[in-house]
Nanobody
Framework: QVQFVESGGGLVQPGGSLRLSCAASRSIFRLYAMGWYRQAPGKQRELVAGISSGGNTNYADSVKGRFTISRDNAKNVVSLQMNSLKPEDTAVYYC??????????WGQGTQVTVSS
């Protein structure tokens, strides 16, 4: 069963913007806080931003003021608006619950590349 489908990645120049979207299965979305994670080559996957079912948000220090997470509870979609992108934001981005659980599998992710 596909639980997360991420989209919206691409190639963007430094300073540019992208908006990522993740469609989650309803059984998961309605029960859990959600998060966006990223994994750069050679690095561990890290939490970028999270949002509770009630809309409370948290961000990694590296993206505060540049990224905004949101969720549409009616559509089971969590989004990540990324502005002022930097080369160090280059990574595969994933959505999942926050925290994550072994029984909930990761999606394919979406590649974000920030380069001139």
């Amino acid at each position: 069963q596909v639980q997360f489908v991420e989209s919206g990645g691409g190639l963007v120049q430094p300073g540019g913007s992208l908006r990522l979207s993740c469609a989650a299965s309803r059984s998961i979305f309605r029960l859990y806080a959600m998060g966006w994670y990223r994994q750069a080559p050679g690095k561990q996957r890290e939490l970028v931003a999270g949002i509770s079912s009630g809309g409370n948000t948290n961000y990694a220090d590296s993206v505060k003021g540049r990224f905004t997470i949101s969720r549409d509870n009616a559509k089971n979609v969590v989004s990540l608006q990324m502005n002022s992108l930097k080369p160090e934001d280059t990574a595969v981005y994933y959505c999942n619950t926050q925290p994550t659980y072994d029984r909930i599998t990761w999606g394919q992710g979406t590649q974000v590349t920030v380069s001139s």
